[in-house]
């Protein structure tokens, strides 16, 4: 009996240990429900706000939809205001929900009838501002200014009636389970969603869900959307809200909980009924589980990382392209232009002043290819092109650079250079020249008083100069902290100290990645406080006996200019073929090399070049690469099928300098290629390189100076009658500025006149190819004339038709992106629709400026 008992009691016990454990699990389970739900119901709430923010944009969009297309309209009726019928009709049949009219200042309406009282902030775009306002019998109203000069004469709106607004403005097709309205910011209903009701109101009335609005609108102080989960007598849903940035509306819903987390939710409510006594073994599955998720979620995380970071740098890559040729391409023309000058001027004083804007140019081409170097070198595709160079000439033209930006902050710089040195070296004398810059620039932007010293030294072994470059300052130093980070890329280092110094930190990284690729090194000696000095070590090949000698940075360099400018050969038996769309490159082309007296013709377009090479035989053929059309590729390829061209040389021209380019081109076909801006001397190269031997024929130096020459251009100067004209000019006018159009042309008054009458000329031929390319929608076609008129334009001096064909050219561009939206192409072929005409307009009218301009010299 006594066994019976305690076994008994054990069973009780276990019993009611079974029973507790039972409670124990029950609460535990239950806690974690209720973690779980509150978890389920955070995260549901973040991506309720998500949609909430992707909706606001979406109705954003909608609003400033119908303000573009009355913005193009406005610009299109202050030219054209006895088209105002027309220009409403065709916004009415645009958008059959709207009706559109306009009213003057003094209150006077055309088209649909509205009242200045039932829309208050109609008046606002009498001075100047886009409106959007709501009044709950008239419906929505949309409205811009139309300028008359710089006032306001009109204001163009389209209403959108109460019964369309939900048509119009709706967003239910977004999300079928959401109910989604547009209100006034004070609360007042704008558009509301399809079959709202009495009970609508009702359930908005509900003090649950006016609590769940108060707490959107605190979150909304600080987001840009907000949700919030509520739970009351109407059931549980999230209540979310969103401003329209750029109206005074503001986007409210509600979707119901079940929505969103319900399913989830009861599959946490089975297993805590169901499966209780498993709880401990859930919980392990359930950490299994999780951290499996998590992996997953964390692979596909990087996944998504490194897609986003092909992206960021293929955009980077065709942002370098596009730059690399706005920028490049002009710069050819100076560069070309100001070797002409020094070819033919004998004048000293022009000479000195064309040896400045060589040694200026050869900077901005510096600062150029700085920005293009860091993408090159992250590539690994970074080129070092060595040749023969003269150590006198560099040091000139770096001290040149750097001189003016120390005497700006008034610091004392000195030179000092060994005279033993040889002066004829064979090395990568760009990247050398960068590196000098790089390092002196440092020097003087880090010190506000004192000096900064540049030694140059080095020692000989056999055919080999260890050429040592010292710059010393007297400037802040450097931490010993900040050693390690010096040369790191974008690092700037001792901020708080240095707020207002500019740079990014790039040029550092550059120069120790440089002389790592060229086998050198540099070492950094500093006092925090007391100056820097930063030691260049860098092995040089001696191509030559000459020495640097007593180095004077004051010494004009006339002789060696002169040797490198000049062409080194004639070759009167080869013929040339350039082919370019852009008339001033052409120019610059066949000046630089007339004095080869090889036979030279120019084309104009790729079509145009295959029919020159139909007729005739040419040694050599240089063609551009962007031109409309039929690019360089495409001329290349259909120039090989021609007979005839076995034997001839085809060099592609480009100002596209990224990595790999040259790379791309060879593989094409092409035997050669050079990147623009060129100089003088890297053309004659060229093409002394792709010239059959026979045909060249070098020339002595005396040859060389006996050239025939040019007469030395009068600067123009503008009369007291020029300047009247010009101001009396309207503001709305497009004008010609002689002064920025003679800068375009070297202050030369007849190669102004020149680019004046090629302007003229050019300009019906233009605009036939560029209404053919407009009424086939050939986009990319299009942009490529309007991009020549952008340059044209400026060429001439006329900066409102270059801005006008700049931002046309600039919709093409987002038409023919590749990562370019639907709405984004269809917002760009609007935008040139709308401004074709104004421009082609324009165009002539310039056009015929520029011809009595042409008449007047």
């Known amino acids: 009996m006594n066994s019976r008992i305690s076994k008994l009691g054990l069973s009780q016990k276990a019993f009611i240990e079974i029973i507790i454990l039972t409670i124990i ?44 297309t009355l913005k193009a309209a406005s610009i299109y009726l202050e ?108 609360g007042s209903l704008a558009v509301p969603y399809e079959n709202f009701s009495t009970k609508d109101h009702e359930f908005w009335d509900d003090q649950d869900i006016k609590a769940g ?22 059931g549980k849903y999230y209540v979310f809200g969103a401003d329209l940035p750029q109206t005074d509306f503001s986007l409210v819903g509600y979707i119901p909980w079940s929505a969103v987390a319900g399913k989830i939710n009861s599959v946490y409510q089975m297993v805590q009924w169901v499966f209780t006594l498993m709880l401990l073994l859930f919980a392990c599955v359930s950490i299994y589980l999780f951290m499996a998720q998590t992996k997953v979620a964390e692979n596909e995380a990087l996944k998504k990382a490194r ?45 000195r002043y064309a040896s400045n804007i060589h040694s200026a140019s050869t900077a901005l081409l510096g600062i150029i290819n700085e920005i293009l170097d860091f993408s090159k070198i992250e590539s690994g595709r970074m080129e070092l092109v060595s040749d023969k160079y003269s150590l006198r000439i560099l040091l000139k033209e770096v001290t040149t650079l750097v001189g003016f930006r120390a005497k700006a902050k008034q610091l004392e710089f000195t030179i000092n250079v060994d005279s033993s040195l040889p002066n004829e070296l064979y090395g990568d004398v760009g990247r050398i020249r960068q590196i000098l810059i790089n390092v002196i620039n440092n020097a003087i932007k880090y010190t506000d008083e004192g000096s900064v ?45 240095n707020c207002k110094v500019e740079g990014t930190g790039l040029g550092l990284a550059i120069t120790h990645r440089l002389l790592t690729m060229m086998g050198g090194t540099v070492h950094v000696e500093s006092t925090y406080g007391e100056g820097s000095t930063f030691i260049i070590d860098l092995p040089q090949r001696i191509v030559g006996h000459e020495l640097i000698g007593d180095f004077d940075a004051e010494q004009d360099i006339e002789e060696e200019l002169e040797e490198v400018v000049a062409t080194s050969f004639t070759a009167p038996e080869a013929s040339i073929l350039i082919v370019d769309d852009n008339e001033m490159n052409c120019f610059v082309a066949t000046s630089m090399l007339s004095d080869t007296k090889a036979k030279l013709t120019v084309a104009h377009s790729g079509i145009e070049a295959l029919e020159f090479l139909k007729k005739d035989f040419f040694h050599l053929v240089m063609t551009d690469y962007m031109m409309p059309g039929m690019d360089g590729i495409a001329t290349l390829h259909e120039a090989k099928k021609l007979k005839g061209t076995e034997k001839t040389k085809f060099v592609i021209l480009t100002a596209t300098a990224l990595a790999g380019v040259r790379e791309k081109f060879l593989a094409e076909g092409f035997d050669d290629y050079l990147s623009k801006p060129m100089t003088g001397k890297q053309l004659d190269t060229v093409v002394k390189r792709n010239l059959p031997i026979n045909l060249v024929h070098p020339l002595e130096n005396h040859q060389v100076k006996d050239i025939e020459e040019v007469k030395v251009l009068e600067e123009p100067k503008t009369t007291d009658n020029e300047v009247a004209a010009n101001t009396s000019l309207s503001l709305n006018s497009p004008k010609i500025d002689m002064s920025i ?37 050939n986009w990319d076609a299009y942009r490529i004339k309007v991009h020549a008129l952008k340059s044209g334009a400026m060429n001439i001096g006329c900066t409102m038709l270059h801005e006008l064909a700049k931002a046309q050219e600039q919709a093409g561009k987002d038409y023919v992106s590749e990562e370019a939206t639907e709405a984004q192409r269809i917002k760009a072929v609007e935008h040139m629709k709308a401004h074709h005409r104004e421009i082609m307009d324009m165009y002539r009218h310039v056009a015929q400026m520029a011809q009595e301009m042409t008449e007047e010299k």
């Not at 958008?95 to 200045?116: F, I, L, P, Q």
């Not at 004469?153 to 009636?161: D, N, W």
């Not at 119009?168 to 977004?174: E, N």
């Not at 959107?216 to 109407?234: I, N, P």
């Open 79 to 186: 030219q054209h205001e006895e088209q105002k019928n027309n220009i409403l009709e065709a916004i009415n049949q645009e958008n059959v929900y709207g009706r559109a009219g306009v009213m003057d200042y003094e209150g006077n309406v055309t088209g649909a009838v509205v009242s200045k009282h039932d829309f208050p902030k109609l008046l606002r775009a009498f001075q100047g501002n886009n409106v959007v306002d709501y009044h709950p019998d008239g419906g929505i109203i949309v409205a811009v200014p139309v300028y008359y000069g710089d006032n306001v004469r009109y204001v163009l709106y389209q209403i959108f009636p109460r019964g369309n607004l939900t048509k119009v403005f709706g967003l239910a097709d977004y999300n079928p389970y959401s109910r989604i309205m547009i209100q006034y910011k004070d």
């Open 741 to 777: 159009g003679l800068k375009f042309c070297n202050n030369s008054d007849k190669l102004y006149k020149r680019v004046l009458e090629m302007f003229h000329k050019l300009c019906e031929a233009n605009i036939k190819e560029m209404e053919k390319s407009f009424g086939e929608e």
């Open 307 to 351: 897609q986003a970071a092909d992206d960021a740098n293929q955009a980077k890559s065709q942002f370098l392209a596009n730059m690399s040729h706005e920028i490049r391409t002009p710069l050819n023309a100076i560069n070309g232009m100001d070797e002409m000058i020094l070819r033919r001027s004998r004048d000293m004083d022009i000479r």
């Open 213 to 234: 609005m108060v707490e959107v609108h605190s979150r909304l102080e600080t987001s840009k959307a907000a949700a919030v989960y509520t739970e009351g007598s109407k």
């Open 25 to 68: 699990l029950f609460i535990t389970g239950n806690i974690l429900q209720n973690q779980i739900s509150r978890k389920l119901n955070d995260a549901a709430e973040e991506s309720v706000s998500q949609m909430t923010a992707d909706m606001a944009q979406l109705a954003d969009e909608r609003f400033m939809r119908y303000i573009s």
């Open 453 to 497: 010293t540049f030694d140059v030294s080095g020692q000989s072994v056999e055919d080999m100069l260890n050429l040592r470059l010292a710059v010393s300052d007297t400037g802040i130093g450097i931490k010993p902290e900040d050693m390690e980070k010096l040369f790191k890329d974008f690092e700037r280092l001792d901020l708080q100290k």
